[in-house]
């Protein structure tokens, strides 16, 4: 069965500033997807970023990228010059890539995300 | 789009109650899913439908959980009776058929006294 880990219960950064949040997940698929997803208070659940396994270059969505290593089975996703905004839940999920969607996901523990003016 | 929407947002219901979770998905996406959130286990997916028939229904905790899918434009998850231990936050989804993502609607928060 496929695992998703988040090591991190918390982080803290500050405005302007970058931060990384990690993601190890487990997999015997070769075919996969990975997925940040953000979960502000408001509770609504916000896909931040998506990867395709098969993909070697990162994937980036302006200020959000992740840092893919296959191998490693590792996932990060860095955020940088944070805003007041980023303050949130930070899921990591992982889907595979052999159904008809990829809305079946698995997802981490996450990671609360603290910005500090 | 008004995106998915799941009706009531809160819903606070006495142990014992039939308590039933509505959910409207996007129009013309062929998958729907619902999961459950609590402080313990995290986001579980409950059950999946494609063309509004039940795909996997692994996660459903016990036969007290039930989901229908009657039309493509709405699923119900219905908890009878329910358990304090089922209080936790309810979300639904949908996709398209090779969606390369699942559509949130803002969850329902189901508190059971």
């Known amino acids: 069965a496929q695992t998703v880990t988040q090591s991190q219960p918390e982080m803290s950064v500050q405005e302007a500033e970058t931060v990384t949040l990690s993601c190890t997940y487990d997999t015997s698929e070769s075919d996969y997807y990975l997925f940040w997803y953000k979960q502000p208070p408001s509770r609504q659940m916000i896909l931040v970023i998506r990867?395709?396994?098969?993909?070697?270059q990162n994937a980036t969505e302006n200020r959000f990228s992740v840092n893919f290593q296959k191998a490693a089975k590792s996932f990060s996703l860095k955020i940088s010059d944070s805003q007041l905004g980023d303050a949130a839940m930070y899921f990591c999920a992982y889907s595979t890539g052999y159904g008809g969607s990829q809305g079946n996901l698995i997802f981490g523990k996450g990671t609360k995300l603290s910005v500090k003016p | 789009d008004a995106g998915v929407i799941q009706s009531p947002r809160h819903e606070v219901t006495e142990m014992g109650q039939e308590v039933t979770l509505r959910c409207k998905p996007i129009?013309?996406?062929?998958?729907l899913f619902w999961y459950r959130q609590t402080m313990m286990r995290g986001l579980e997916l409950l059950i999946y439908?494609?063309?509004?028939?039940?795909?996997?229904d692994s996660g459903m905790p016990e036969d007290r959980f039930s989901a229908k899918m009657p039309n493509a434009s709405f699923s119900t998850l219905k908890i009878q009776p329910s358990e304090p231990r089922d209080s936790a936050v309810y979300f639904c989804?949908?996709?398209?058929?090779?969606?390369?993502?699942?559509?949130f609607g803002q969850g329902t928060r189901l508190t059971v006294v």
């Open positions: 990867q395709e396994a098969y993909k070697q």
């Open positions: 989804a949908s996709s398209p058929r090779g969606g390369r993502e699942a559509f």
């Open positions: 129009s013309g996406h062929d998958y």
């Open positions: 439908f494609n063309n509004n028939v039940p795909i996997d």
